[in-house]
């Protein structure tokens, strides 16, 4: 079994910035690709960012330069640094990893159950 849990959601105003983190456990030998997806409401779910094992990282262009995307291998965790947020960033924001239980190169992927960021003066 294993378990994404997010946390650090919330409302902050128009330029402000909040944190997010996810952190994986369970049974784990190996997570590859990390990364995180919104939602917001009306639409689909949508690609923000992802970050591989050695630290290679692709942005969404809406988020570029705004969000920085980060994870502690030790810790089995991925942080998403948002900064000058709007309001079209406002959506549940979901963390995916590609975890593999065994020393078999055998990934499954998992999602966490998301965090609410809304975006709001």
């Known amino acids: 079994q294993v378990q994404l849990v997010e946390s650090g959601g919330g409302l902050v105003q128009p330029g402000g910035s909040l944190r997010l983190s996810c952190a994986a456990s369970?049974?784990?030998?190996?997570?590859?690709?990390m990364g995180w997806y919104r939602q917001a409401p009306g639409k689909e779910r949508e690609l923000v960012t992802t970050?591989?094992?050695?630290?290679?990282?692709n942005y969404a262009n809406a988020v570029k330069g705004r969000f920085t995307i980060s994870r502690d291998n030790a810790k089995n965790t991925v942080y998403l640094q948002m900064n000058s947020l709007q309001p079209e960033d406002t959506a549940v924001y979901y963390c995916?990893?590609?975890?593999?239980?065994?020393?078999?190169?055998?990934?499954?992927?998992?999602w966490g159950k998301g965090t609410l960021v809304t975006v709001s003066s």
């Open positions: 995916t990893a590609h975890i593999s239980a065994t020393a078999r190169p055998v990934y499954g992927i998992y």
């Open positions: 369970g049974s784990i030998f190996r997570i590859n690709t």
């Open positions: 970050i591989t094992s050695g630290g290679s990282t």
